[in-house]
């Protein structure tokens, strides 16, 4: 009878008690299956920063571990080379430029005609143009034209795709890209004529064999893709972007690139076979895409 005024002044207590500890439990477990799907499971789109080598961005600018840039404070300022244009040359080269980004799509039929290396090197020029972080320039691009090794690549990223396909991406991704006509076969990889595999540099390495901070370096990476595509859409080449997923660490291996480099795209790149097809797909229009305020 002792028991029943003890529950009945402590019961919130007790309440509280079991509830904050069921709650420690089903969270334990939550990061348990996530971390488990992140290795072998089904994985969301929003998954895909876990499993690209298992290198994750840190904040670099603390760490006594890392070199930094200071030979450079003085570093000269020169003249800025700007061309002025009139409004109306302005609006005709931006309308034009649009012009032809907006013929640029996803090609996945890819023809074994030759092209010429100094439209890839112009394209790789281009794509070093891009701003980062400090510039530090954190990036590395491989380009690929030897028939075995990129037979290799396709072996390791087709593997790795029907393992995606079949069990990490879970039915709801997949069913997203039916009307893509996409799956885990990837011929273009053998026939394209050159593959570009952007990898990020996560940090740098000195002379003296200290880390050099990269700021940024996923962003910047990115930015200098972006560069890289408008460059193959301007030469007259087509390309798919695409990103294997889990197969990175296999491909840096096999090209002999540095643990600090981490497979970011990987583009295959040539002209449209003569009867390519794409998906019929539209772009967002400019409303739905800018806020003016």
Not at 29 to 47: C, H, P, Q, T, Y
Request: aromatic letters at 8%; one cysteine or more.
């Amino acid at each position: 009878m002792t028991a029943l005024p003890f529950l009945s002044t402590y019961w919130p207590h007790i309440l509280a008690g079991f509830l904050g500890y069921a709650l420690f439990h089903l969270l334990k477990i939550a990061f348990k299956n996530r971390e488990r799907n992140a290795v072998s499971g089904k994985l969301d789109a929003n998954d895909l920063s876990l499993i690209q080598e298992g290198i994750t961005e840190t904040d670099l600018s603390n760490s006594a571990d890392f070199s930094h840039q200071s030979d450079e404070d003085d570093l000269a300022q020169i003249p800025y080379k700007f061309e002025r244009y009139s409004d109306d040359d302005s609006i005709r080269r931006s309308e034009c430029f649009y012009a032809e980004m907006n013929k640029r799509r996803t090609v996945r039929h890819i023809s074994r005609k030759p092209v010429r290396s100094e439209i890839i090197e112009n394209i790789i020029r281009t794509a070093g143009t891009s701003p980062s972080g400090a510039h530090m320039q954190p990036w590395t691009f491989v380009v690929v034209q030897d028939r075995d090794l990129k037979s290799e690549i396709r072996s390791i990223v087709e593997a790795e795709e029907e393992i995606n396909y079949r069990q990490r991406m879970g039915d709801k991704w997949v069913n997203d890209l039916k009307c893509l006509k996409t799956n885990w076969h990837k011929e273009y990889l053998d026939k394209a004529p050159y593959l570009i595999l952007v990898f990020e540099q996560v940090h740098g390495i000195t002379e003296d064999g200290q880390k050099q901070v990269h700021y940024y370096s996923r962003i910047s990476a990115s930015i200098a893709c972006g560069l890289l595509l408008a460059a193959v859409q301007n030469a007259g080449l087509c390309t798919v972007t695409s990103t294997p997923l889990n197969a990175g660490s296999a491909l840096r291996r096999l090209l002999q690139r540095p643990v600090n480099e981490k497979l970011l795209l990987l583009l295959p790149i040539g002209y449209p076979e003569d009867n390519a097809t794409v998906p019929d797909i539209k772009r967002k229009p400019l409303d739905d895409i800018m806020v003016m305020m």
